[in-house]
C-alpha cells in the first residue's frame, strides 16, 4: 500500500492526472441527461453508451453465461437503451439531430418485444430462456366470424326439411322398414312368450291380441303402398281405412225411420207396438 502511495504522489502521476482533469478523459457521466447542456458532450456521453450497448449485445449471445448472467444482461441492455433514449431527446432539445426519428435503430431490430409488453426487449441467448419462450409463441387467430347476412344465405325449404319426400323414394322405404319392425317385433314376442310359458297351460279364453293388430297395421301398409301404386300423384285424395263396423244405407234408413216412428208413437201417446 505504501509502494502505490509513493507511485501516485510522482511526479509524472501528478502530471498525467492533470492532463486527463484538462481533457475530461476522468469525468464521469451525469445521471440525468437534462443536466448537461452542452452539446458536443451529449454527443460523446451518447456514443459511450453505445458503446457499452454493443459490449453486451456481444456478451450475452453466449448462452453458456448461466441463466441468471443472462437475465442481469439483458436488464442492462434494457437500462442503457432507455438512457439512450434519454440522450437522444436531450440532444433534440438542444438543437441537434434527431437520432430517434432518422437515426438507424440496429440494437433495436436485434432485440425482441414480448407481444402486449411494450419497452422491454430481449436480446441474444435471452429469448431462449425457460418462460420467455412461450411468451413468443402466438396462438393462432381465431377463424372469422360469419355475419347474419352469410348464415342466412344458405338457409332455404330444404334446410327445414320440407322437400324431403317429394322425390317419392322416402315413404316406400319408410313404410318397408316398417313393416318390418313390426314384424320382428311379433317374432321376438312369441318368442318370449313361448320361452316364458314352456311347460305351462295356455289359457283358452286368452286372445292374440297382438297378432291381430300386426296383421290390421300390416294390411293397412299394404292398402297404402296399392295406392300409391293406382294413384301416385295423389289426384283421387287420401284414402281412410276403417276398423269397426261401419252401417249401410239400409241400416242409415231403418234407424231412422224406427226413430221418427219413435216420435209419432210418443206424441199422440200411443204404446210401442212391436208387430207395427
Request: contains cysteine; proline residues 6%.
Amino acid at each position: 500500500m505504501a509502494r502505490n502511495a509513493e507511485k501516485a504522489m510522482t511526479t509524472l502521476a501528478r502530471w498525467r492526472a492533470a492532463k486527463e482533469a484538462e481533457t475530461g478523459k476522468n469525468e464521469r457521466r451525469p445521471y440525468l441527461a437534462s443536466e448537461c447542456k452542452d452539446l458536443q458532450k451529449c454527443e460523446k456521453w451518447r456514443l459511450e453508451i453505445i458503446r457499452e450497448i454493443s459490449k453486451k449485445v456481444a456478451q450475452i449471445q453466449n448462452a453458456g453465461l448461466g441463466e441468471f448472467r443472462i437475465r442481469d444482461l439483458n436488464d442492462e441492455i434494457n437500462k442503457l437503451l432507455r438512457e439512450k433514449r434519454h440522450w437522444e431527446n436531450q440532444i433534440s432539445d438542444l438543437g441537434g439531430p434527431h437520432y430517434r426519428r432518422y437515426g438507424p435503430k440496429m440494437f433495436d431490430a436485434e432485440g425482441r418485444e414480448v407481444p402486449g409488453n411494450r419497452g422491454y426487449k430481449y436480446f441474444g441467448a435471452a429469448k431462449d430462456l425457460p418462460g420467455v419462450r412461450e411468451l413468443f409463441e402466438q396462438e393462432p387467430p381465431p377463424p372469422p366470424k360469419k355475419t347474419r347476412a352469410e348464415l342466412m344465405k344458405d338457409i332455404d325449404a330444404d334446410y327445414y326439411g320440407y322437400r324431403d319426400d317429394d322425390d317419392g323414394i322416402l315413404l316406400p322405404l319408410e313404410e318397408k322398414a316398417e313393416r318390418q319392425a313390426i314384424q320382428r317385433a311379433v317374432e321376438e314376442w312369441k318368442q318370449q312368450r313361448a320361452g316364458g310359458e314352456a311347460g305351462k297351460e295356455v289359457e283358452p279364453d286368452e286372445e292374440d291380441i297382438y297378432g291381430s293388430d300386426a296383421k290390421i297395421a300390416s294390411d293397412d301398409l299394404a292398402k297404402q303402398s296399392e295406392q300409391q301404386k293406382d294413384d301416385p300423384m295423389g289426384l283421387l285424395g287420401p284414402r281412410f281405412t276403417a276398423h269397426v263396423p261401419v252401417p249401410s244405407q239400409k241400416d242409415i234408413e231403418a234407424a231412422l225411420l224406427r226413430k221418427r216412428k219413435l216420435e209419432l208413437m210418443k206424441k199422440y201417446g200411443i204404446e210401442d207396438d212391436e208387430d207395427m
